[in-house]
Antibody, heavy 118, light 111 residues
Framework: QVQLQESGPGLVKPSETLSLTCSVS????????WSWIRQPPGKGLEWIAY???????NYNPSLRSRVTISVDTSNNQFSLRLSSVTAADTAVYFC????????????WGQGTMVSVSS | QSALTQPPSASGSPGQSVTISCTGT?????????VSWYQQHPGKAPKLMIY???KRPSGVPDRFSGSKSGNTASLTVSGLQAEDEADYYC???????????FGGGTKLTVL
C-alpha cells in the first residue's frame, strides 16, 4: 500500500525558509492530488496547500504569500517551502494524499516536527 | 479560531454511544456533502474515519457513522471501546479558494 515519509530539517531559524519533502512509496504520484497539513503543539490541524501531478496548485489564503508546493513525479515526491518563518510556524508537518474530488485525506505520513528558533 | 466549531471534549462509558458535532456555515458544511472525520491518537498521524458525510473507508468499523443536517455534521461512535479514546477532527470542503477547513478537534474520553 502507499506510504508517505516526510523529511527535512527539524530546526529552522526565524526569517529563513522551511523546506520539507514527502517521499511516496508503494505507489505513484501520478493521478493524485497531494497535500501538506500542519499541527502546532497542542493545537488543531491546518491545511497548507495541495498540488496535482500536473503541477496545478492551491494554497490556504492565510499562507499563500509565503508557501510554495511542488511535485517531482520522476522521483515520486513532492515538496513544501515556507518562507519568512516565525515561531508561529513551529508545528508537526504532515504530508497526505487526497481522495480525488472528495476533499479528504486518505493516506498520511507520520509527520515531522519543525521548530523555529534562533 | 477554527472555521468549524466542535465541542472541546466528549465522553462515554464502554458500550455506550457518543455523538460529536461539527458546526459550520452555509459556505461549507451547509452547502457541500464533502465532510470528513479523522481520528488522531497522541503522537500519531490522523486517520480518515468518514468521508462524504457518511461513507467509511475500508477497514473502519461500522461503529463509526456520520450524518449532516443543515450547517451541522455529526460523528457517532456506537459501542464505545477503550481504543476509541482519541482526538477527532472534522473537515469540510469550502469552495475553490479556501478549499478545506478544519474543526478545532474534540477529545473523546472513554470512561
Amino acid at each position: 500500500q502507499v506510504q508517505l515519509q516526510e523529511s527535512g530539517p527539524g530546526l529552522v531559524k526565524p526569517s529563513e525558509t522551511l523546506s520539507l519533502t514527502c517521499s511516496v512509496s508503494g505507489g505513484s504520484t501520478s493521478g493524485y492530488f497531494w497535500s501538506w497539513i500542519r499541527q502546532p503543539p497542542g493545537k488543531g490541524l491546518e491545511w497548507i496547500a495541495y498540488v496535482y501531478d500536473s503541477g496545478f496548485t492551491n494554497y490556504n489564503p492565510s499562507l499563500r504569500s509565503r508557501v510554495t508546493i511542488s511535485v517531482d513525479t520522476s522521483n515520486n515526491q513532492f515538496s513544501l517551502r515556507l518562507s519568512s518563518v516565525t515561531a508561529a510556524d513551529t508545528a508537526v508537518y504532515f504530508c497526505a494524499r487526497i481522495m480525488s474530488g472528495l476533499a479528504a485525506f486518505d493516506v498520511w505520513g507520520q509527520g515531522t516536527m519543525v521548530s523555529v528558533s534562533s | 479560531q477554527s472555521a468549524l466549531t466542535q465541542p472541546p471534549s466528549a465522553s462515554g462509558s464502554p458500550g455506550q454511544s457518543v455523538t460529536i458535532s461539527c458546526t459550520g456555515t452555509s459556505s461549507d458544511v451547509g452547502t457541500y456533502k464533502l465532510v470528513s472525520w479523522y481520528q488522531q491518537h497522541p503522537g500519531k498521524a490522523p486517520k480518515l474515519m468518514i468521508y462524504e458525510v457518511s461513507k467509511r473507508p475500508s477497514g473502519v468499523p461500522d461503529r463509526f457513522s456520520g450524518s449532516k443536517s443543515g450547517n451541522t455534521a455529526s460523528l457517532t461512535v456506537s459501542g464505545l471501546q477503550a481504543e476509541d479514546e482519541a482526538d477527532y477532527y472534522c473537515t469540510s470542503y469550502a469552495g475553490t479558494n479556501n478549499w478545506v477547513v478544519f474543526g478545532g478537534g474534540t477529545k473523546l474520553t472513554v470512561l
